[in-house]
């Protein structure tokens, strides 16, 4: 019976080898992937809160969002990046929205699947 299973180890080991690795680089890409969201995000927030300063422009925003994605990140992740005024809950606000490529193997992926917006109320100097 023992000799019928020889070698089974090293079979054993390398499936389950290959599934544990598998296993291991999708949490990775999922990290990955969340950090890009979440790094997109703070910039358009941030953006945002620099577009609406008293004597800055929507402008301005953009500019500072692409800088901080593109310090962060990579600046092909910044190409799509716009702004408008917008009224919430009649606040006058600044939204900046970034369209970016939703990262799926490292870096590469989908382009423009992600989208996130940060707003911020503008600032009126009396």
């Given at each position: ?6 070698g ?7 499936l ?16 990955l ?19 609406a300063?008293?004597?800055s ?19 092909e ?29 490292g ?20």
């Amino acid at each position: 019976m023992a000799r019928d299973e020889r070698g089974s180890a090293v079979a054993e080991f390398t499936l389950v080898g290959v599934l544990l690795t598998v296993l291991a680089l999708a949490v990775v890409q999922l990290a990955l992937a969340l950090h890009v969201r979440n790094t997109v995000l703070d910039a358009a927030a941030e953006g945002a809160r620099h577009a609406a300063l008293a004597g800055s422009s929507p402008a301005d925003g953009v500019e500072r969002a692409r800088e901080l994605i593109g310090a962060a990140i990579a600046s092909e992740y910044a190409d799509d990046v716009s702004a408008r005024l917008a009224t919430v809950g009649g606040v006058p606000t600044v939204e900046i929205t970034v369209r970016a490529t939703m990262p799926v193997i490292g870096l590469l992926g989908v382009e423009r699947a992600m989208e996130v917006s940060g707003h911020a109320a503008v600032e009126i100097l009396d």
